[in-house]
């Protein structure tokens, strides 16, 4: 489709002498500031842009680093118990053997000693 | 217009030529100025928003895609930048056609001569932009930005669509109705001749 021509036939009677009137002053002349004041923001963009993405990593990473640290160890505390190596923990361990508890836990007097050899066969 | 591959000069940008981007800069950016020129109807407020325009098409220029020009899509974005602006602005403050009329007086009558070809003064061109700033202030935002990307920018329906983000009917109701309004309004400004030529 042909749009050039819609326009042409759309525009009233004397437009040409209003649209360089009115709209042709906005025509822009180049502008070579211009240009290297685009191009300075440009750069300050781009540092800055840099910079935004350190930011936000950071302010994400560190908090979920601390998170897992925390996780971490408290998953430790949790999971791993302290050894008990205390005499009775470990008596059962030691049913199969010939010594008793009585006797880890205090030097038998001489009345056991002596009932001790006098029970054996 | 300086003939550039612009396709090639964005695919050096993105690979972080960033100073590769003065190119593109230097071919848009009186045609950048001028439409926000003429939807801020201030120099130094549409100077600092077309900037800011270019520096938001480098920042997206990685969601650029060759489905429509590159001048389309900055347009689009200087538009974009220019209503908000306007909107935050609230309400553009232009002065009534009568009230021009009795400030300006014999300066206003004669406007047609002060019309440069190409020529004239810089303080000439100047009130004459002036004048023009104040006339197309008269309109709303959206016909002045139809009028420039048509007159000015010598945009296609098409593109215009495509900036405007609307269909080619609306876009060609949109310019007719401001031509008629802008014609109008010539009429205060412009010999009555001219009209009938």
């Not at chain 1, 990473?61 to 971490?72: D, E, I, K, N, Q």
């Not at chain 2, 848009?28 to 549409?46: K, P």
């Not at chain 2, 009795?102 to 009130?127: H, R």
């Amino acid at each position: 489709m042909n749009h050039e021509s819609i326009k042409d036939d759309d525009v009233p009677q004397g437009w040409e002498q209003s649209s360089r009137a009115f709209l042709q002053p906005f025509r822009m002349a180049d502008s070579e500031a211009f240009i290297q004041s685009v191009m300075r923001r440009v750069r300050a963009y781009d540092q800055n842009e840099e910079r935004r993405n350190w930011a936000y990593f950071a302010r994400w990473a560190f908090p979920v680093l601390a998170l897992s640290v925390t996780g971490f160890a408290a998953a430790l505390v949790l999971t791993v118990q302290p050894i008990d190596v205390s005499a009775d923990a470990l008596l059962p361990q030691s049913q199969g053997q010939n010594v008793s508890a009585y006797s880890l836990s205090a030097p038998p007097n001489e009345d056991q000693i002596l009932d001790s050899v006098v029970s054996k066969p | 217009m300086e003939s550039i591959d612009e396709f090639q000069v964005i695919q050096s940008v993105l690979r972080g030529d960033r100073e590769a981007y003065a190119a593109l800069v230097r071919l848009y950016h009186g045609r950048v100025l001028s439409l926000c020129l003429s939807m801020l109807l201030d120099r130094a407020e549409a100077e600092d928003a077309a900037q800011e325009a270019f520096v938001k098409a480098f920042a997206s220029l990685n969601q650029y895609t060759r489905n429509a020009s590159f001048s389309a899509w900055l347009y689009r974005i200087a538009s974009n930048h220019c209503l908000d602006l306007l909107r935050k602005r609230k309400r553009q403050k232009t002065d009534s056609l009568d009230g021009l009329m009795e400030q300006k007086g014999d300066s206003v009558s004669d406007f047609e001569s002060k019309i440069p070809e190409k020529s004239g003064s810089g303080a000439e061109k100047q009130e004459t932009l002036d004048l023009a700033m104040r006339v197309l202030g008269t309109l709303p935002p959206d016909y002045r930005q139809v009028l420039i990307l048509r007159e000015l920018e010598g945009l296609t329906y098409e593109e215009i669509s495509s900036v405007l983000k609307c269909s080619l009917d609306a876009v060609k109701s949109r310019l007719r109705r401001a031509r008629q309004q802008l014609q109008e309004k010539a009429r205060h400004f412009l010999n009555p001749q001219s009209f009938t030529k």
